[in-house]
């Protein structure tokens, strides 16, 4: 199976920019909460979109795209907050994709713009979104694994231009750094480290950190060259190995940003290789041409081989109970609706042997006469 991956957080538009690369004849249509509008078209065989703030989605659905050419996989959301049984099961439904695709052409991330990045967001729906693709990974399937993301950002505003976006990400992404150094500095105080420990561990964050400064132009590279070479010193002075410090909340809220800072580079890399679209599909034009743009996207993109999906699969594995966990809920939900239907089957019958015998009755008497 080899196919294009569209995921994303729960209830950014995934399913709906599925339905624009998938169907050809849409309709326009006005979002639940009335902020925004897509285009869909009400089929039995259309991906699922939800018209409240509960998802539809609940595990990968497979389509084949407007041309016929590409299988598309339409993921549920990545932090499923329906109950554990919805979320053990989209799971279970990821990871099983990646265990059986050949290799993913390309993975859409679908990012709600306002939510994420429009001044005054919640910097944590983005950290989720950044923790939830890439925890697990390690360095050499996280760099795979961006390489293959095109990003599809949707309810953006309708004057907005992919390089007023891009500007935009870049002050997100040096306000991240800041708050990443002001964590090191924090945990610099508390936890210091011996000379040995500072050398080697300053050595290991060079290798982690790559080279970001290509990420951004202008003069927020010079402002990001300095955060990262303070980055790079604090990390430094920092006793990883300290035993109070793995329990310590700011070393979690460092990891959300540090995974955060990596999307962000993703991102903006994306950007200037043409992977990165604007979800405008305000009429039949405006479908045609993000339909056009993410194909072109998908090329841009390098594919997944079997072997990093395999590795991607076993990182996300499920214990055994909880799939087994699953299927007995399922099994007990739909024994619970079998016992329902039976015993408004066996009601029903009921009724119609004693209708039954009351005609016969009647018939008896009429022949009688």
């Keep these: 199976?080899?196919?294009?991956?569209?995921?994303?957080?729960?209830?950014?538009?995934?399913?709906?920019?599925?339905?624009?690369?998938?169907?050809?004849?849409?309709?326009?249509?006005?979002?639940?909460?009335?902020?925004?509008?897509?285009?869909?078209?009400?089929?039995?065989?259309?991906?699922?979109?939800?018209?409240?703030?509960?998802?539809?989605?609940?595990?990968?659905?497979?389509?084949?795209?407007?041309?016929?050419?590409?299988?598309?996989?339409?993921?549920?959301?990545?932090?499923?907050?329906?109950?554990?049984?919805?979320?053990?099961?989209?799971?279970?439904?990821?990871?099983?994709?990646?265990?059986?695709?050949?290799?993913?052409?390309?993975?859409?991330?679908?990012?709600?713009?306002?939510?994420?990045?429009?001044?005054?967001?919640?910097?944590?729906?983005?950290?989720?979104?950044?923790?939830?693709?890439?925890?697990?990974?390690?360095?050499?399937?996280?760099?795979?694994?961006?390489?293959?993301?095109?990003?599809?950002?949707?309810?953006?505003?309708?004057?907005?231009?992919?390089?007023?976006?891009?500007?935009?990400?870049?002050?997100?992404?040096?306000?991240?750094?800041?708050?990443?150094?002001?964590?090191?500095?924090?945990?610099?105080?508390?936890?210091?480290?011996?000379?040995?420990?500072?050398?080697?561990?300053?050595?290991?964050?060079?290798?982690?950190?790559?080279?970001?400064?290509?990420?951004?132009?202008g003069v927020a590279h010079y402002e990001v060259e300095d955060l990262r070479g303070k980055i790079e010193r604090r990390r430094g002075r920092i006793n990883f190995e300290h035993e109070r410090l793995q329990d310590d909340p700011q070393l979690i809220t460092l990891e959300r940003v540090n995974a955060s800072i990596v999307l962000l580079e993703t991102i903006l890399h994306a950007a200037k290789t043409k992977r990165v679209v604007l979800s405008k599909p305000d009429d039949e034009k405006g479908c045609q041409k993000q339909r056009l743009e993410m194909e072109a996207a998908y090329r841009a993109c390098r594919p997944l081989c079997r072997s990093v999906l395999r590795r991607m699969a076993a990182s996300r594995r499920l214990p055994s109970y909880e799939v087994y966990e699953i299927l007995e809920h399922l099994a007990r939900q739909m024994n619970t609706k079998l016992e329902t239907f039976n015993r408004a089957m066996s009601t029903f019958l009921e009724s119609a042997s004693k209708k039954d015998q009351v005609i016969r009755a009647i018939s008896d008497d009429w022949r009688a006469y």
């Design 1 to 217: 199976m080899v196919g294009v991956l569209y995921a994303g957080l729960p209830r950014v538009g995934k399913s709906s920019a599925v339905a624009v690369q998938t169907v050809s004849n849409l309709k326009k249509d006005i979002a639940y909460d009335g902020s925004s509008s897509y285009l869909h078209r009400h089929s039995a065989g259309d991906p699922k979109i939800s018209h409240s703030p509960v998802a539809k989605s609940i595990h990968v659905t497979m389509y084949r795209d407007w041309r016929g050419r590409t299988i598309i996989l339409d993921a549920p959301g990545l932090i499923d907050n329906r109950n554990k049984a919805y979320k053990l099961w989209s799971n279970f439904s990821l990871e099983t994709s990646y265990a059986l695709a050949e290799n993913i052409k390309a993975t859409s991330v679908v990012i709600h713009y306002t939510s994420s990045f429009a001044p005054g967001a919640n910097a944590d729906t983005f950290r989720d979104l950044a923790v939830a693709l890439l925890a697990g990974s390690g360095p050499e399937d996280t760099k795979a694994f961006c390489d293959n993301l095109c990003l599809l950002f949707t309810h953006v505003p309708s004057y907005s231009k992919l390089d007023g976006i891009v500007r935009r990400l870049e002050d997100v992404y040096v306000s991240f750094l800041k708050e990443h150094c002001n964590i090191l500095e924090d945990l610099t105080r508390r936890y210091p480290a011996t000379n040995h420990t500072g050398a080697r561990l300053l050595s290991a964050a060079q290798k982690h950190i790559g080279n970001a400064m290509a990420a951004v132009s």
